[in-house]
């Protein structure tokens, strides 16, 4: 893991200044071929990518079953049955604090104004099942789409693994298919014999799952295109041990992970990097991520070190909490070296569906306001109508639109 500072240190901010959820040109005309494919040809496309790809059997069937869901929960050890329970209960109280709620107010005397809260009809929940099997996203992706009363709630995962079929069927899911990559974004998104469309899609992916979501999100919407993880550990004189196992924790996802310490110290720099140093001789993966994309950014305060997670918008946030306030840009954050990151990951409450390549610049991560609309509503009375109805002529008379100034004036003259 490199130690930058000067120069370097703003070469590299620079570079990621530039990042995005993924370099997904190369990709996005075979992305598109298989999208098209299954658009046009449903399930017969659909069946010959997931035999390919996704460890579909000849004479298996598409959608797993409610008894399979059920024997998966049965026969799942009751240490797993225990955390995936603990770690659900945290979830849905978390959901349940987000919740909008609806309001009426009087904005002035007759002009009544609020708000109605109704979910989605349908969502799509990708859960991935390619390196390491994922039954925390489930977990994540599932739960709010529920405490939102989404009605039809359809998951999609390849090869899923007995775990992931368990949340499954502890949530009480009914839809459950054994689809992955971008042919099971598109049957979510268009349909097909065996998959009924949704309305929204989410949950993260490889980087054919990212591009099949962004080729779709005009015709089904999608909460947002998920690159790499990404963490920043703020810190100046924490544990070297603690900081170090966050990121090798964080870098373990992905080769392309995207691991930073900022600190003022350069000993605890060179602490840490000996510690990351140890720490990956046992692990390929993070390894690999630390060495080619890790660093460690000397710089001269923790207000700098805010100031420079700020640009970076990191997806994962560890800092003082003294410094909480100010933080603008992240998708999640940890207080204080003792909360660790898999904490998010798994059980605390908040989700780990986060955004990535600086989209936490505009935007936290997935939460039960994913699933629903807020739809503002309006009641204006008589008295209502004489105090706002010369300042409503007036403006859409400064747009030349008569209609609207019409539609007003006609109710004015019999107020």
């Known amino acids: ?24 040109a190369e990709i996005e005309p075979a992305v598109r071929r298989i999208v098209n494919n299954v658009r046009r040809n449903g399930d017969e496309a659909l069946r010959r990518y997931a035999e390919r790809w996704d460890g579909l059997g000849e004479s298996e069937c598409v959608r797993v079953s409610s008894a399979e869901l059920q024997t998966a929960w049965k026969e799942t050890p009751a240490k797993l049955q225990s955390a995936i329970k603990q770690a659900a209960a945290n979830i849905r109280q978390y959901c349940e604090w987000q ?20 979910p989605l009809e349908s969502v799509g929940c990708y859960v991935p099942g390619g390196r390491y099997p994922l039954p925390s996203t489930l977990l994540m992706t599932v739960i709010p789409a529920q405490m939102a009363d989404v009605s039809e709630i359809r998951v999609v995962s390849p ?62 919407a999608i909460e947002f295109l998920a690159g790499p993880t990404e963490a920043v550990f703020i810190s100046d004189s924490g544990d070297p041990v603690l900081i170090a196992s966050d990121l090798v924790a964080q870098a ?6 995207l691991c930073i310490l900022i600190t003022s110290s350069r000993e605890i720099a060179k602490t840490v990097q000996k510690e990351i140093q140890r720490r990956i001789r046992t692990n390929r993966i993070a390894a690999e991520s630390l060495t080619g994309r890790g660093a460690i950014l000397l710089v001269a305060s923790l207000d700098e070190a805010v100031e420079t997670s700020n640009r970076i918008a990191p997806e994962h946030l ?53 699933f629903v609309r807020i739809i503002s509503c309006q009641e204006i009375s008589i008295e209502g109508i004489r105090r706002i109805a010369p300042a409503t002529i007036t403006l859409a008379e400064a747009e030349g639109l008569t209609g609207h100034a019409e539609s007003m004036r006609a109710r004015y003259s019999h107020a």
Request: with cysteine; aromatic share 8%.
């Open 1 to 24: 893991m490199r130690i930058l500072d000067g120069t370097k240190k703003n070469r590299f901010l620079q570079a990621l200044d530039q990042r995005g959820a993924n370099d997904l």
């Open 99 to 118: 919740k909008p709620e609806e309001w009426r107010r009087e904005i002035q005397p007759g002009v009544n104004v609020g708000q109605l809260v109704r």
């Open 159 to 220: 090869h899923p693994a007995q775990a992931t079929l368990a949340a499954a069927a502890f949530l009480g899911v009914r839809e459950f298919y054994r689809i992955g990559g971008a042919q099971a974004v598109a049957a979510l998104a268009y349909g097909t014999q065996s998959v009924a469309p949704v309305r929204k899609i989410v949950g993260p992916g490889n980087r054919y799952v990212t591009a099949a979501k962004k080729l779709v999100a005009f015709d089904c």
């Open 252 to 257: 373990e996802h992905d080769p392309d992970a």
């Open 318 to 370: 560890t800092l003082p909490a003294l410094l909480a306030p100010f933080v603008r840009n992240a998708g999640s954050i940890f207080l204080n070296e003792f909360t660790p990151q898999s904490a998010g990951d798994y059980i605390s409450g908040p989700n780990h569906v986060l955004p990535t390549g600086s989209m936490a610049r505009v935007r936290g991560g997935l939460s039960v306001l994913d």
